[in-house]
Structure formats: structure tokens, C-alpha cells
């Protein structure tokens, strides 16, 4: 190797004892930073505290080293500190020996790391036997001859570093390499679990095994007792998203950080624009205030809130030149964003022919806007009168109707925010009967409920206003996780869009005013994993299936993302199923200054998360720098997984002419009938509408009776002037 020659000439150095520094004064200067530590001459491992059988980076070679002293003082390690099970730096590569550097969570503290001589064995606090029996002469003063030793020691303090020993800390940083290699964690997909290293490399997994060849430079990260996981696709956010004058708290940046500490490393948001722009204009802006600020990757739905050719022209755009293969439609909001029945089956027919996605916001706006009137004017203001003037019934019917139109213009259907159990049973039950439509519970669904919009608190009932509303049953979130479990829903989304108390006060004397939104972009894959895997309706494959691979697989993104193989995308999760953690507004890592699982623990963390292979969030924090790493995703139409299904199904559906024998028999002329005694109509039917009838008795000029006969006016009969009491004169006379 390069380095060789600079190994020896090294340890020729150390080994003279009058330019090496004692081991007290080396400890003092460098801090040793790692708990285990693989000897690269015998291959052991050094632990703090332990008899060593050696020094690394002398010159001696392995096994030359004299036996320990019985007779020496027992060895104090340095101060250490515990990070904890988060502290993800487990094993560092010797870029000279290819081999494990093994570390856990003891940690020495009290000086930097990357010092220039902070890699020999006296600095990293692993000195042998012998080691330790002249660190403890050097502490007697009674054993010092003159004090020579301390004053060579005080000269020590002034003297150039040495050589630099064979490791060098600085150059297996993550910011100076590109190499990862994940030891000894679980590889879990929605398929299989499997215990494996994952070895990465520009970005994209490379290997896959065990007993992996890696280079030089690779940075080791320690996944013992954890599971290795896709990160998360979360299909559904509303970042930066402006409405009635006021933005949402979290911008690209802020949501793409809170995403990637709970563990998903890429999000879906809608591109849905309240100005006059064309889709295409809108598309850019999105563009534009995401591109350089995004944590992990990104890709976009855009809405349709209106139905024109024009509509239609960008749409094309959009999926031929922009990446775009998903078009959100809404059945409420109406007056702004509804389309009527008709226009939606003209956007589906009009999606199938482009190969796209219809997703679809699924509530009877005609109904709401009726209920939300009537609220109004029987005085219920308050957030309750959110939930009341959309009933359940409202949301299933339309959910209904959507399924039905989709089906007739043989167009794939994605369900956004499923939230009752009225349209998940009519999503599983179109699915039994071979409808392409899918579902999507969001966090907010699967982890609380409407009950909080009675909530004495305005502050508190206002921060669960969203659409359509959260459901009063407290049965629901498990209910929808039961259907999530079994396959009848197919993704999970969080539907984050998240405001601030003092924006939510706008309405807070009409809740129709109220901005619709809730949080969960960082909370969704653990809410998951507590009330679905902890709670054993689901195991930790169909996990996996939830949050990341359906969603890469319905979207067209699979298996770059959703997937830990080889040449897919290093978008991967540390994840801990036994750390547990308390959901805060406090100590959550979004703007907004409420959170509506506040006080919820919750089991499964993520420890550390890698985007495209490199950590952007660890030990509980964002990693520094990690704005704009993240890119966009194009994603192309006619996505197989979907079209594959849907192209074999309109084949089989496709309606058939019966061939037949041609009749060769006399064929009847039709004619008019008709019956005996009756002659056919010479004149137009009389129009039963018209009337002769006047006040002063006489016919209008031109009248006619029923047979077109002008009617006389020689006929009439003269006015008779009768004189009889009120009540009319009886006939009837009794005394007769």
C-alpha cells in the first residue's frame, strides 16, 4: 500500500522512547474516541478496562509483546460518558487492514476528535500491561530519579506531534467519503427478514452479505440488535402550502428535517395552487421553493380544480416532460376546487389515456356546504361544527361515487385521506369485486380520533380540524389499522399540513375559517409501528409494505426506492422496535407549537437515518449541512404494477359482439295498423291545454272545436239573469 513505507518509518519513531510522549501525557492531549478497538496485528479486540496484550502502532511485531505484570497497578480507563443506543457511529474501517473498528456506546469524553496524532494507542487509552506499569512509575514521585521524567514530560508538552500513525480519524468522516458498510442489523422488506451487512457506495446499495469486501476509506455504522429498514415514502404533504392570505409553518426544509427524524427519507406533496397560474406554472414554483432546500428526495402530485382543454394540454406536460404521473381531484371545497360528476369521469378517461394515477379527495360538497350553513345559523361555531356538517355518511357516499366513475372510465383510483369506517369498508369491498382502487389512512386516522373537537380547549379542538374530519368513534384508528393490516388499505400518508395556533384563530368564531390541517409527517411510521406491529395485528414485513414499498410500487418508484437491494437507492433506517419515545410539541422537530398526539408513547424509533447514503439525521438531531441533499424524482406513467392489472382487465371486460347466423327467411315489412271501424288521424290532436272558456262568454276569433270546426257565434246562448237567495233556492217543498 501507499502508506507502507510511512507505517514503518512510524513505528520506528514511537519506539524511541525520547520522542514519544509518556502515556499520561498522550491521554491528556487525545481523547480516545471509541470503546473497541480491533488490533490490526492480532486481529482482538481492545476493550477499555481489559488486560491488552499489546500496543497498537508499535514497532514490534504481533505477539512480541512481554506478558502482563502481575505486580503492576490496576489500570483506570478515562472518564466516560454512555450516549445511549442513538450514538450510530458503532464501527470504524482501518483504511490500512481493511478491518472493523468496533465501538459501542462508551465513549471517552473531554477533547476534540481529529487531532493529528490521535490514533496511536497511548492516545485512544490502550496501553499494554507493561504500558501500564510506566504510567504508574511516572505517577509515583518517590520512584522519579531527579524528576528527569517530569521534566522531559514538561518538554513533551512543547514538541512537534509525531508522525501520523497509520489511521487517520479525518479521512473516514462522512463528509469525506462515500462508503458505508450497516454491520450486523436485520435487512428487513416487505418479503423477508434477513441478517445481512449492507454495503454502500455513491448512493446506491452495493452489497449485500456477509464477510463483505469493502474499500480502504469505508465508514462502518453498527446495527446490532436493530433492524434495517427502506426509509419511509410518505405520500401525502401540504409543505409550505398558502390559503387565504397565511402559509403552513413547515416549509420544504423544516418538513423534509421532521421527516427524516421519524424515519421517512422522501415525501409525495401536492402541487396545489390557489393563484390563476396553469399547472405548468404552478408545477415550477413548487419546484422552485423545494429544489434547494429539501433534507431527503421528493415528487409531486398536482391538483385539478378546474376542467378545460387547456387543463388537459398540462396535463400532458406535465407527465411527458415534468415527471408527473398522479393528478389529485376533489368532489367538495365547492365553488373553488369541486368538479362535477361529469368532469370527473371526462379527468379519468383523460388520465387512463395519459397511464397516470387519479387520486381523489372523496366528500359530497354539495351536502357540505348545506351543513355547514345550517351550523352556522343554529349557532354551533366551534370546531365541533367541522365535524357535524361532514358526517361519516357524506364521506362513504362519495367515496361511492368516485369508485363507480373511475371503474366506467377503466381509471386506477388512489383514495386520499381515508378517515371512517364507512369508506374503508367500501374501498375493501370494490376491491373484492376486482375495482383498481386503492387506500390511504393517514397518521392522524390510525392514531387519534374526533372526539378532541368537544374538547373545552379551543386551542386544543382546533389544532384536529381537517378534511374530511377526524371521526368521533374511538374505535376508529383501530379499525382502519385492522383493514391496513389485512391488505384492504394499501399505504399510509400524513396528510401534513401544519399551522400555528395564532393562524388557526382566524376562525375562531367560525370554524369554516379554521385552515384544515394536521401534522404527522414525523410521527407516521411510529404510529404505526405501535398500534400495528406492537400490538401484534401486523409483523414487521407488512410494516415495511405500509410505509415505503407499496407506496414505491403504486407511484412507479419501486424498486430504486421501497427496497433494500442491491442498485436500489440508499434511502435506509436505522430502526429501534424497543426504544421508546414520548411525542411533544416540545420536542418535536416541526414548527408548529401544537401536536396532536401529544403525550403518546410510542415504541419504535429511528436511530439513524441515511438518504441516498448519507446520514442526514442521527442521536436525535439533523445532521448539519443536510439541506438540499435531497433531489426531485421523476416518476413515468403507466406504472405496471397498476396498468399491468388494469390493461389485462379491460380486455377481459371488454364487451363482445355473439356472431350469429345470418336469418335468411322473409323479413315483414312494417306498416301502419290500424283497427277495424277506426280511421287514421287526419288532423293535429287536439292540445288538451287550450281552453274556450271566457268570463264574458264569448269565443275568441279563430276558435275551433275538436275537429278544427270554427265554432259560431250565431250559437251562443244568451246571458240568464237568476234571482235566488245566497245558498242557492231549494226545489223541495215540504208543505205541499
Given amino acids: 500500500m501507499a502508506e507502507s513505507k510511512d507505517v514503518s518509518d512510524t513505528a520506528s519513531v514511537r519506539s524511541d522512547s525520547s520522542a514519544a510522549p509518556s502515556p499520561r501525557t498522550a491521554r491528556r492531549r487525545h481523547l480516545a474516541m471509541f470503546g473497541n478497538i480491533v488490533d490490526p496485528n492480532e486481529g482482538k479486540s481492545l476493550d477499555f478496562g481489559s488486560e491488552r496484550s499489546s ?9 512480541s509483546n512481554p506478558p502482563s505484570n502481575p505486580g503492576s497497578a490496576p489500570h483506570t480507563p478515562p472518564r466516560t460518558r454512555r450516549l445511549g443506543p442513538s450514538s450510530m457511529f458503532g464501527q470504524l474501517v482501518d483504511p490500512d487492514e481493511g478491518k472493523s473498528l468496533q465501538f459501542g456506546s462508551e465513549r471517552s469524553y473531554g477533547s476534540r476528535r481529529g487531532s493529528s496524532s490521535s490514533n496511536s494507542a497511548h492516545e485512544n487509552g490502550n496501553t499494554s500491561p507493561k504500558d501500564k506499569k510506566e504510567e504508574n512509575e511516572d505517577e509515583d514521585p518517590k520512584e522519579m530519579e531527579g524528576g528527569k521524567e517530569e521534566e522531559e514530560e514538561k518538554k513533551e508538552e512543547h514538541m512537534e506531534p509525531a508522525p501520523k500513525p497509520r489511521v487517520k480519524m479525518e479521512e473516514v468522516t462522512m463528509e469525506q467519503t462515500n462508503k458505508v458498510l450497516i454491520k450486523g442489523g436485520t435487512v428487513v422488506n416487505d418479503d423477508r ?74 415525501i409525495i406533496d ?3 395552487d390557489n393563484s390563476d397560474c396553469s399547472l405548468v406554472e404552478s408545477y415550477d ?32 406536460k406535465l407527465v411527458h416532460q415534468r415527471g408527473v404521473n398522479a393528478f389529485l381531484v376533489f368532489m367538495s371545497y365547492k365553488d373553488k376546487w369541486q368538479l362535477t360528476d361529469s368532469e370527473l369521469y371526462q379527468a379519468f378517461c383523460h388520465m387512463r389515456d395519459l397511464g397516470a394515477l387519479a387520486l381523489v379527495h372523496a366528500e359530497n360538497g354539495d351536502v357540505i356546504q348545506q351543513g355547514e350553513d345550517e351550523m352556522i345559523k343554529q349557532g354551533v361555531v366551534g370546531p365541533e361544527g367541522h365535524e357535524l356538517s361532514r358526517p361519516e355518511e357524506v364521506e362513504a357516499e362519495a367515496v361511492q361515487r368516485a369508485i363507480t366513475i373511475a371503474d366506467q372510465a377503466n381509471c386506477p383510483l388512489y383514495v386520499v385521506r381515508v378517515m371512517s369506517k364507512g369508506s374503508a369498508d367500501v374501498i375493501a369491498e370494490c376491491r373484492k369485486k376486482g375495482y383498481v382502487v386503492f387506500g390511504e389512512p393517514i397518521a392522524a386516522s390510525l392514531g387519534t380520533d374526533g372526539t378532541q373537537y368537544w374538547n373545552t380547549k379551543w386551542r386544543e379542538a382546533a389544532a384536529h380540524v381537517t378534511s374530511p374530519p377526524l371521526r368521533p368513534d374511538p374505535t376508529t384508528p383501530g379499525y382502519l389499522m385492522d383493514l391496513l393490516a389485512n391488505g384492504d388499505l394499501q399505504v399510509t400518508g400524513s396528510a401534513h399540513c401544519s399551522w400555528t395556533t395564532a393562524q ?3 376562525g375562531q368564531t367560525d370554524f369554516t375559517k379554521i385552515p384544515h390541517g394536521v401534522n404527522g409527517i414525523e410521527e407516521r411510521m411510529s404510529i404505526v409501528w405501535e398500534n400495528g406491529v406492537a400490538t401484534g395485528k401486523m409483523d414487521e414485513n407488512t410494516f415495511v409494505a405500509v410505509t415505503s414499498t407499496n407506496a414505491a410500487k403504486i407511484f412507479n418508484l419501486y424498486p430504486r426506492k421501497g427496497k433494500i437491494a442491491v442498485d436500489s437507492d440508499a434511502d435506509i433506517v436505522i430502526w429501534d422496535p424497543e426504544a421508546v419515545r414520548t411525542v411533544s410539541a416540545s ?18 424509533v429511528p436511530v439513524a437515518t441515511l438518504s441516498k447514503g448519507k446520514i442526514i439525521f442521527k ?23 397498476i396498468y399491468g392489472r388494469l390493461d389485462a382487465r379491460a380486455k377481459y371486460l371488454l364487451p363482445r359482439a355473439v356472431i350469429r347466423m345470418e336469418h335468411d327467411g322473409p323479413v315483414a315489412q312494417a306498416s301502419p295498423v290500424v283497427a277495424a271501424g277506426y280511421s287514421a288521424r287526419t288532423t293535429r290532436p287536439r292540445n288538451l291545454h287550450a281552453s274556450q272558456f271566457t268570463l264574458s262568454g264569448d269565443t275568441k276569433q279563430g276558435d275551433e272545436d275538436e275537429i278544427g270546426t270554427p265554432i259560431s257565434r250565431r250559437n251562443r246562448k244568451p246571458a ?14 215540504i208543505f205541499e
Avoid at 305 to 312: I, L
Avoid at 720 to 732: D, E, F, I, K
Fill in 55 to 63: 500496543r497498537r502502532g508499535s514497532g514490534s511485531s504481533a505477539g
Fill in 193 to 266: 427478514s434477513f441478517s445481512a451487512d449492507v454495503y454502500v457506495e455513491d448512493g446506491i446499495i452495493a452489497q449485500i452479505g456477509h464477510d463483505l469486501s469493502v474499500p480502504d476509506d469505508t465508514i462502518a455504522v453498527s446495527a446490532e440488535g436493530k433492524l434495517v429498514i427502506p426509509g419511509g415514502i410518505d405520500t401525502h404533504t401540504h409543505l409550505q402550502f398558502r390559503k387565504n392570505g397565511i402559509t403552513s409553518v413547515d416549509d420544504f426544509a423544516q418538513g423534509t428535517k421532521a421527516a427524516a427524524a421519524g424515519g421517512t427519507t422522501m
Fill in 270 to 272: 401536492c402541487v396545489l
Fill in 285 to 316: 414554483k413548487w419546484r422552485a421553493m423545494a429544489d434547494d432546500t429539501v433534507v431527503g428526495d421528493y415528487a409531486l402530485n398536482v391538483a385539478i380544480t378546474k376542467w378545460d382543454n387547456k387543463v388537459k394540454i398540462d396535463m400532458e
Fill in 504 to 506: 388557526r384563530a382566524a
Fill in 587 to 604: 420536542s418535536h422537530h416541526q414548527a408548529s407549537d401544537v401536536n396532536i398526539f401529544e403525550g403518546m408513547e410510542v415504541h419504535g
Fill in 619 to 641: 442521536d436525535d438531531q439533523i445532521v448539519a449541512n443536510s439541506e438540499g441533499h435531497g433531489v426531485f424524482v421523476d416518476r413515468k406513467a403507466h406504472c405496471d404494477h
Fill in 720 to 733: 240568464t239573469r237568476v234571482n235566488a237567495p245566497p245558498g242557492g233556492r231549494s226545489s223541495l217543498n
